[in-house]
T-cell receptor, first 110, second 116 residues
Framework: AQRVTQPEKLLSVFKGAPVELKCNYS??????LFWYVQYSRQRLQLLLR??SRESIKGFTADLNKGETSFHLKKPFAQEEDSAMYYC????????????FGQGTRLTINP | DTGVSQNPRHKITKRGQNVTFRCDPI?????LYWYRQTLGQGPEFLTY????????KSRLLSDRFSAERPKGSFSTLEIQRTEQGDSAMYLC??????????????FGSGTRLTVV
């Protein structure tokens, strides 16, 4: 079965501190992994995807197939990073429907 | 055409009534998805269209739910005989399968349904 687990519903860190949002997945095959973000009163939007290997807004995520993890990291948190973050996966081919985790609400304290 | 548009933004209905939501995707996107999100959960897949063809439906989509995408443009999601458990945010997303598209899905703002 396809499943995405985000173990932390809430995460609070101070500005300037490192951030790590955890994501583990179960999938038979090679999925595509994503992080989506939803800022207050805005729509859900793509933050990054593992195949692009980009750093967006200072965030990076490395796919660890051995641990089936795709943790999101940022070395120095900023107040504007406060948002809801969702990890998601899809098949690389075919319908590409997304399976989401339950989300982590990140709060950056000043 | 700057994004995915959903209407209405909010809908309050009495139990047992029928409701219909509309989604207008990005015009060049041939794939359209419906998701449902309840409080404290991530979005859950409901159904998917490629052009006008409905290619996949989730088990979450009971017989009371029907979706259409005539002419491969906008899509509608209808819920008949609504129940309180249908209260949720209904999200629409569109996507292009072109390999040059690095941006993944584009989501709409959603329609929040409250069944009283």
């Amino acid at each position: 079965a396809q499943r995405v687990t985000q173990p932390e519903k809430l995460l609070s860190v101070f500005k300037g501190a490192p951030v790590e949002l955890k994501c583990n997945y179960s999938y038979s095959g090679s999925p595509e992994l994503f992080w989506y973000v939803q800022y207050s009163r805005q729509r859900l939007q793509l933050l990054l995807r593992h195949i692009s290997r980009e750093s967006i807004k200072g965030f990076t995520a490395d796919l660890n197939k051995g641990e089936t993890s795709f943790h999101l990291k940022k070395p120095f948190a900023q107040e504007e990073d406060s948002a809801m973050y969702y990890c998601a996966l899809s098949r690389i081919q075919g319908a590409q429907k997304l399976v989401f985790g339950q989300g982590t609400r990140l709060t950056i304290n000043p | 055409d700057t994004g995915v548009s959903q209407n209405p933004r909010h809908k309050i209905t009495k139990r047992g009534q029928n409701v219909t939501f509309r989604c207008d995707p990005i015009s060049e996107h041939n794939r359209l998805y419906w998701y449902r999100q309840t409080l404290g959960q991530g979005p859950e897949f409901l159904t998917y269209f490629q052009n006008e063809a409905q290619l996949e439906k989730s088990r979450l989509l009971s017989d009371r739910f029907s979706a259409e995408r005539p002419k491969g443009s906008f899509s509608t999601l209808e819920i008949q005989r609504t129940e309180q458990g249908d209260s949720a945010m209904y999200l629409c997303a569109s996507h292009s399968r072109k390999e040059s598209n690095p941006y993944g899905y584009t989501f709409g703002s959603g329609t929040r349904l409250t069944v009283v």
